[in-house]
């Protein structure tokens, strides 16, 4: 059985992808590895945030580990809020305040292209790492809809539907989303190896 740490806190989505790998693989999170600490997140990409983040737990464990980092990138916005997602409207991570900046600043604006982007970086046995990424398109709604998922999903319908996420089941957003996509590549990669 191959080992393989997530360097995530996030329990939720450990059991989401723990089903995508299968049983060939044991997944270890950050708490079982008594990592307690915040991991710094200090580059200016969703490339380079998962990077770090990847590659301390490679350092502190020796062990093969991959991290994911997500950002909502809007056209008119110049991408923004991108890697700054979580912490758009302040440091509390507010996902209210964050769709209420959001939706301020596309007041009037007609492109209002948008996409979901997540990286997941990988750092195998050999510190060699590798990147793997998923993307949906869709656009930012005028006012929020929906009481499903979180952060942005409210005010995000994907191209193709006439629901926002929120309005989504988690199974029927997992099939589509960002997260699921760069998740379905890495462990497509995984298998192969
Ligand atoms: P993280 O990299 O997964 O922690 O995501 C960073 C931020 O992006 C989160 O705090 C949310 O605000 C936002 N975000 C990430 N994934 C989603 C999603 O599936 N729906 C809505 N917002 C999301």
């Known amino acids: 059985m191959k080992t393989l740490v997530f360097a995530t806190a996030n ?12 049983e060939g693989f044991a997944l270890y999170c950050l708490a079982d590895l008594q990592i307690t600490e915040e991991i710094p997140e200090t580059s200016g990409t969703l490339e380079g945030n998962a990077l770090q983040k990847a590659m301390y737990v490679y350092e502190h464990t020796g062990k093969a580990c991959f991290a994911d980092d997500t950002g909502l990138e809007i ?9 700054y997602s979580a912490r758009y409207a302040g440091p509390e991570k507010d996902s209210q305040a ?33 990147l793997f990424e998923g993307k949906v398109e869709g656009e930012i709604l005028l006012q929020p809809v929906g009481d499903e998922g979180f952060g942005y999903d409210p005010i995000f319908r994907p191209a193709g539907y006439t629901e926002s996420f929120a309005q989504l089941s988690l199974e029927a957003k997992n099939k589509i989303s960002h997260r699921g996509r760069a998740m379905q590549a890495f462990c497509q990669y995984l298998g192969e190896q």
């Open 98 to 130: 964050n769709m209420r900046k959001v939706l301020a600043e596309m007041q009037g604006v007609e492109n209002r292209a948008a996409r979901f982007r997540t990286v997941i970086a990988y750092i195998d046995d050999d510190g060699q790492s590798h």
């Open 11 to 22: 329990k939720h989505k450990l059991i989401e992808v723990q089903g995508l790998l299968g």
């Open 75 to 83: 056209d008119a916005l110049n991408g923004n809020p991108g890697v």
